[in-house]
């Protein structure tokens, strides 16, 4: 690892404090003097951006060599962990899912708007780090056992209208998330877990794109590697080929065996060989 600040993990959901605004860290790997995170709340006044939002982002974008495209990147130096504001049944939620998942290492951290501490939240969202294929084991079989209850569909829609609307029809949406383990309810609120592998991310680059291009088209899931951890990784077959398929995104960690189409995918020639990554696209089951 790199010389990371203890109290930071440069890690997927992580949310920092720069300039007043809470920025959503992106992905495990990072610039040495930067981070790649997007801006999404006001932690001064408590609230989401929306329209300001452009301008914190046009003001960031940076190229960065190791993924070949331009990025939000604020400076290692100038951001912080923020003053978490959790109210005390979301304080109870996460106490309650530590012991829950018997906490074998696993690092249980609040993400979302759930840092703003706002009264009575419909969900909450919550990021498990270092979490492994027994972590995922033992949410299922709570699951299972009941102790955990299954989000319901009225749950489902309500995640999709409130993160999901813009980019997919509600249909495709319910088809990714039949099976969902990552949803259920705890204590009468909405828990969506993401389960992240790592427990710190990386100041330099780890996993360089040599170059990429887009792909629309159809691929088929063989099998999973690594999902629904994240980076939730697959073997897929694109075409007459077979390479991996990588998400960060929690909506495609749970990507079963089958036929897809993604549209606004690319294709990366990494040095370990080509990657379909579908995270600005969107997936389609077939």
């Given at each position: 690892m790199g010389c990371v600040p203890i109290t930071l993990r440069l890690l997927e959901g992580e949310v920092l404090l720069y300039r007043g605004l809470g920025w959503v860290v992106k992905g495990y790997q990072h610039p040495g003097d930067a981070v790649v995170a997007y801006p999404r709340y006001d932690l001064i006044n408590g609230g989401k951006l929306y329209h300001h939002e452009i301008k914190w982002l046009a003001e960031s974008m940076r190229f960065w060599d190791c993924i070949k495209r331009t990025a939000p990147l604020i400076p290692l130096a100038e951001v912080s962990k923020?003053?978490?504001?959790m109210n005390q049944q979301v304080t109870y939620?996460?106490?309650?899912?530590?012991?829950?998942?018997?906490?074998k290492g696993e690092e249980v951290e609040v993400s979302g708007s759930s840092i703003?501490?706002?009264r009575n939240p419909r969900d909450v969202d919550v990021i498990v780090y270092n979490s492994t294929v027994e972590t995922a084991s033992v949410l299922r079989e709570l699951l299972n056992k009941g102790v955990l209850r299954k989000a319901g569909e009225y749950v489902i829609v309500n995640e999709y209208l409130e993160k999901h609307s813009s980019r997919m029809p509600l249909e495709n949406y319910l088809k990714l998330k039949r099976n969902t383990f990552l949803h259920f309810i705890l204590g009468g609120v909405h828990v969506n877990v993401k389960l992240v592998s790592l427990s710190t991310g990386y100041n330099y680059c780890v996993d360089k794109v040599e170059e990429y291009a887009s792909y629309n088209g159809f691929f088929k899931v063989l099998e999973r590697i690594t999902a629904?951890?994240?980076p939730a990784r697959y073997l897929a077959r694109v075409g007459n080929e077979i390479m991996e398929l990588e998400s960060l995104r929690e909506v495609y960690s749970e990507l079963e065996p089958g036929e897809y189409y993604v549209a606004?995918?690319?294709?990366?020639?990494?040095r370990r060989g080509r990657v379909l990554v579908p995270d600005h696209g969107v997936v389609i089951p077939q």
């Open positions: 923020p003053v978490v504001r939620l996460l106490s309650t899912l530590s012991e829950l998942i018997r906490n703003l501490g706002l629904p951890l994240i606004g995918g690319v294709i990366e020639e990494r």
